[in-house]
Each structure stands twice: as structure tokens, then as C-alpha cells.
């Protein structure tokens, strides 16, 4: 039921992300290779938005601090496939048990469906995480970086190099090499953009120095209880109560 509900929540993010508009074939090409059709025909599982937002909800972040990157992370993914399946690459006539994007809507419009997708996930990112609160602007910059890293020409773009170079024929070693660069980051990016978007740990600050003196009196005219203990505890001083643990707190967050 958790993952149904994300799944839920990200292609409602999708859908409202891609509205159509002219150029209509090129958005047509976009919602087609990202959504599923009206019959859920082509329904994908989601798994890099899923990982993502989970990750974050673990964390202890909303929602939806983590939508727009898990949005970004599908469109990426999309794009990824599109161009994947032409046929310069696997010629692949289906997926996800329909017609591929380029076998729908011709080789031409898949190319720029693919290519529109890519900056699309940046500038959905940016236009929608709530930044700077609760996503600082530096958090939002590292994680558009390990998309971009993700996907780059040391990460995805790497593996579809060495399968469009005979890699997978090779041996096993080889297809796991394959595997890792086009699947592996992007599972990867999944999880470690999810750490960016938790809650920050603030230290809990001093209290104002008039209400520690005001504390501090009311401790000693306080009558005592345990006799000895109570001096003892006494003779120790009263502490303004976020005096250790916020130090202890501010190490730890630094």
C-alpha cells in the first residue's frame, strides 16, 4: 500500500509537470513516454521516485520536500529509455507492453522527447522543491549535481556506451559493468539525494541570560528536600538547560 500510494503521488507530480502545449507532438511524445495511458497501459513501477521519497520520509523530511527531485528522477529515467530503445540502440519495438515512444510517434519526435526531458527534471526541481526551507539552496545545488552526475558520461551515457560496444557479449563481469552504469546510478542517485532533503538537527539554543538568573534564584530559595543532596546539587550550580546538551548537539551537527 506504500508504494501504491507513491506511485500515486509521483505521477500525479508528472502528470501536472508536462501539461500539453504547443509544440503539441513533441509534449504528446513527452506525456506518452512518462505516463501511463488511460487504461494504465504502460504503468511503470516507479522504483527510482519510490526510493527517493522513502528514503527521505525515513529521514524524517515531508513528502513534499522530496516530490520534485523523485519527479525529476522518473523524467530522467524516461528519457533514458526513449532513447534506449531507438533504433541507433536496441531498436526495441515495446515497452512496458505497449508501442515504444519512437515506434508511436516516429523516430524524430522520440529523439526531442528525450532531449526535452532532461532539462525539464532540472527546471521542474527548481521551480517546485521548497527551498530554503526546508531544502537549503546549497542542498538543492548537490542534488542537482548527482542527477547530472548520475546521468552524465561517467554514469548512464557510460553504460549505454559499452552495451552499444559489444560490453554485455563479453562475459559476466562485463554485463554487470553494463548493468551498474545504466541501472545501478541511477538507484544509486535515488537513495543519495534522499540524505539532502532530511531535517536539519538543531541544537537547542541558551535561554536568555535573565531567565537563567531568574532560574538560578528560584533554585536556591527552593527549600531542601534531600538535605545533603539537595546542597550537594547545589554546590554543583544550576545549568541553563541547553548548556552541555547544545554543545554536545552542535558537535554533533557540525
Known sequence: RYWTTLIADVESELDAAMPMRPPESIHAAMRYAVLPGAGKEGAAKRAPPVLCVAACELLGAPRSAALPAAAALEMLHAASLVHDD??????????RGRPSTHAAFGTDMAVLAGDALFPLAYTHIIAHTPSPDPVPHAVLLRV???????????????????????????????????????????????????????????????????????????????????????????????????????????????
Do not use: I, N, W, Y
Open 144 to 254: 542537482m549535481a548527482e542527477l547530472a552526475r548520475a546521468v552524465g558520461s561517467t554514469g548512464m551515457a557510460a553504460g549505454q556506451f559499452l552495451d552499444l560496444a559489444g560490453a554485455t557479449a563479453l562475459g559476466e563481469a562485463e554485463v554487470m559493468q553494463v548493468l551498474t552504469k545504466k541501472f545501478g546510478e541511477m538507484a544509486e542517485c535515488s537513495a543519495a539525494v534522499a540524505p539532502h532533503h532530511r531535517r536539519p538537527v538543531r541544537a537547542r539554543r541558551r535561554p536568555p541570560e535573565r531567565f537563567r538568573e531568574r532560574q538560578d534564584e528560584e533554585q536556591r530559595q527552593r527549600p531542601a528536600r534531600a538535605g545533603h543532596g539537595s546542597r550537594a546539587r547545589h554546590r554543583g550550580g544550576a545549568q541553563g538547560p541547553g548548556q552541555d546538551g547544545g554543545r554536545q548537539v552542535r558537535g554533533q551537527v557540525r
Open 86 to 95: 531507438l533504433p541507433c540502440f536496441d531498436a526495441a519495438p515495446t515497452r
